[in-house]
């Protein structure tokens, strides 16, 4: 392929895609929500709002239902509305070995 011909496809290819773009700024400048589907009354929603259920959805409420234990909207910090940990019972002193008697000695 010669140089000519090169520069010739490229700018081709150039052209075709400023088109492209060109063309997808006019739809997009167009205007229009995508709802060309007037109703005879003039306005684009359903005619009537959807019935209600006639049974509640769902089940009982589950167990992750239930509210938190701290309220994130007092002005306290997180740290100070739980509370703290149990501790552990302290541990009793270890008392002194004492040596068996030495049954030789007597």
């Known amino acids: 392929m010669s140089d000519t011909k090169l520069i010739v496809a490229i700018g081709i290819l ?15 400048l167009r205007g229009g929500d995508g709802y060309d589907h007037p109703h005879a ?18 089940g009982p409420p589950l167990p992750s239902a239930r509210p938190a234990r701290v309220r994130l909207r007092e002005p306290a910090r997180l740290a100070d509305l739980h509370p703290p940990p149990q501790r552990r019972a302290p541990r009793e002193p270890r008392r002194p070995a004492t040596r068996p008697a030495n049954p030789r000695a007597t």
């Open 41 to 58: 009354e003039g306005g684009r929603g359903p005619d009537q709002p959807p019935d209600p259920p006639r049974r509640p959805i769902g």
């Open 14 to 28: 150039h052209l075709v895609a400023l088109a492209a773009g060109g063309g997808l700024v006019l739809l997009a």
